[in-house]
């Protein structure tokens, strides 16, 4: 009976420790891993038959491993090789001056200077329009239901007709593309922020009217602060829509600056490469820019007091 109640009483094994930052990027690691090694398996399997009538068409004599080792280098592949697209991205980000036409931190530049504006005005815009149907039933019930449509037509197809509209009221080159990002982002900010002025507690509500609080007051003390969290949810969400109004905006111009252009030139000419290049950019762009509302978040938390 001692020996049963003393291995009873012995306590679990501890589980490895494992440092903080392991068990954190881990798992991003891992998934990197998997998603490289599937890009390349996706990588030879596209670029093969290409590398193999190249062989044939030249007439020369190949084995296996020369097709294999073909697929990693083509020149024009169907599918380029992660190696490939960091070589060319590394080479147009450090191999020109930054303002060169031909670096893609110039090009990136362009699309981010648009993409601010147009998240600022877009921004700025849904809040307003959130207001507005916050503190109006009539305008709740007339605007609510076209912002919805408004996002029914695909950009693609608006961008050419606001393009052609702004030209010929003489507005041209930033400002076009501007509106079209704004176009993009505003809405999930008014949703958000209706969604954000709306959730107070109503016994929070009523306790603000018994103690004759104006309607500015009511939002300042009240809704705004309530409405912060899901104000920052909706700022992630429309700067990367910005960004992607912005490389839409110049495809239909024929733009000679900015990813958009880098993207028409690449498929222009058959340079994949060059294409998935300008990809890398535009994601890195958008998690810059995440980060810098997940920055703005925090300190905004941290000055209301969160922790």
């Not at 306590?11 to 954190?24: E, I, K, S």
């Not at 252009?261 to 222009?268: D, F, K």
């Amino acid at each position: 009976m001692r020996s049963s109640s003393l291995a009873i009483a012995q306590p679990a094994p501890r589980a490895p420790l494992r440092h903080p930052l392991v068990a954190r990027y881990a798992p991003i690691a891992t998934t990197l891993l998997a998603l490289v090694a599937i890009w390349y398996v996706a990588a030879i399997a596209m670029n093969w038959a290409l590398v193999r009538d190249g062989f044939e068409r030249e007439e020369t004599p190949y084995t296996i491993m020369d097709v294999l080792s073909g697929t990693m280098d083509a020149e024009r592949p169907l599918l380029p090789a992660p190696h490939q697209v960091v070589s060319t991205f590394v080479d147009e980000v450090f191999g020109y001056p930054p303002l060169s036409p031909r670096s893609l931190v110039y090009h990136s530049l362009v699309t981010l200077s648009a993409t601010v504006l147009g998240f600022l005005l877009g921004s700025l815009f849904g809040i307003v329009l959130a207001l507005l149907i916050v503190h109006s039933r009539v305008l709740e019930r007339s605007l609510l239901p076209w912002i919805i449509c408004s996002q029914m037509v695909p950009v693609l197809a608006l961008a050419p007709i606001f393009i052609v509209v702004l030209g010929a009221l003489g507005l041209q080159g930033l400002l076009p593309k501007s509106i079209i990002s704004a176009y993009l982002c505003f809405f999930p900010v008014a949703i958000g922020m209706v969604k954000g002025f709306t959730s107070p507690d109503p016994l929070q509500v009523e306790l603000m009217r018994t103690w004759s609080a104006t309607p500015r007051q009511m939002l300042w003390k009240l809704r705004w602060p309530s409405a912060l969290p899901y104000l920052f949810a909706s700022l992630k969400v429309a700067v990367t829509i910005s960004l992607v109004g912005a490389i839409v905006a110049e495809l239909p111009t024929g733009a000679e600056a900015g990813i958009g252009a880098r993207l028409l030139a690449g498929s222009y000419y058959g340079q994949t490469v060059q294409i998935w290049a300008a990809l890398i950019a535009s994601a890195m762009l958008s998690w810059g820019l995440i980060a810098i509302v997940a920055v703005v978040e925090r300190v905004v938390a941290h000055r209301m007091g969160a922790h």
